[in-house]
């Protein structure tokens, strides 16, 4: 048991090594970027670098947009998929082994190889320079696989409440957001999170489809402190520190239920 424990903890250690470079990477300059070992501690920390990207790089309003277009796309997608899944499993119609085919198909595809044709779409709809182009492809992209994770925990939800429900004179509506909804908040909070490290981090779909600074993401907005003679890498460090933070800390907060979600559909289901 000890064997065990000494080598989880070592595999934890792996895992937070990077995560301390990125911070004492932001609190360099140039030079002791390339002059210093990888884990020395900066001297002296420069903690202007978050300030300069803040403020110099408008890193602010790039944070803002990644937040609401992230909390957007999450939640459509959840929702959709909520109501997708719960009419695959608790609802008898003629095509819905066909329907759920076409969203195992869509986990096939290769994400970015539809980069061309949805420019072209959306280039059609005046769509290109506007963040809704970026949440339709968020939610149409992560569709699939927030169906599959919900599959099994529903498949897993006990019917007799359903019955219960619709013999009290509850609508299908009503069942489905006041039973069925609340019952699978664990696999909700698991599928929030996955989408939201999926939407967080876009880079290409964001750098094709959005131009003006207005509606950039943190994941574009990197590239200004990248200059054609030089790099401000300090600055490059305190902006990806800063694009980190709002993940580890939803996971520090919803790490059980995360846990609980996939644990509960993969025993159950």
């Not at 999450?74 to 899944?85: D, H, N, Q, Y």
């Not at 699978?184 to 909070?189: A, K, L, N």
């Not at 939201?196 to 943190?218: A, D, G, H, R």
Request: proline fraction near 5%; hydrophobic fraction near 55%; charged fraction near 10%.
């Amino acid at each position: 048991m000890a064997i065990f424990y000494a080598i989880l903890i070592i595999l934890a250690i792996l895992q937070i090594l990077p995560l301390v470079w990125l911070l004492f990477f932001s609190l360099k300059n140039n030079q002791e970027v390339f002059n210093t070992p990888l884990l020395a501690l900066p001297s002296p920390p420069r903690w202007e670098n978050y300030v300069k990207v803040w403020v110099e790089g408008d890193i602010g309003r790039y944070f803002f947009n990644s937040v609401w277009i992230t909390a957007v796309s999450v939640i459509f997608t959840v929702l959709l998929a909520s109501f997708a899944t719960f009419a695959l499993t608790r609802m008898n119609w003629r095509l819905k082994h066909v329907v759920l085919g076409m969203f195992i198909v869509g986990l096939m595809i290769p994400v970015h190889s539809t980069l061309i044709p949805l420019f072209g779409f959306f280039t059609k709809l005046q769509l290109i320079d506007h963040p809704m182009s970026i949440i339709l492809t968020n939610i149409g992209f992560n569709l699939p696989i927030t169906i599959m994770i919900l599959l099994g925990f529903y498949h897993s939800l006990p019917r007799e409440l359903e019955e219960s429900a619709i013999i009290d004179g509850c609508s299908v509506h009503r069942m489905f957001f006041q039973v069925i909804l609340p019952m699978t908040s664990p696999v909700i909070v698991t599928t929030t999170i996955i989408n939201m490290i999926y939407n967080w981090n876009e880079f290409v779909f964001v750098n094709t489809f959005i131009s003006s600074e207005q509606y950039k993401t943190l994941t574009v907005g990197i590239q200004n402190f990248i200059g054609q003679y030089t790099t401000d890498w300090g600055a490059i460090g305190a902006t990806l520190m800063i694009s980190v933070l709002p993940i580890l800390i939803a996971f520090f907060f919803l790490s059980d239920k995360i846990v609980e979600g996939i644990t509960a559909g993969a025993i159950k289901g």
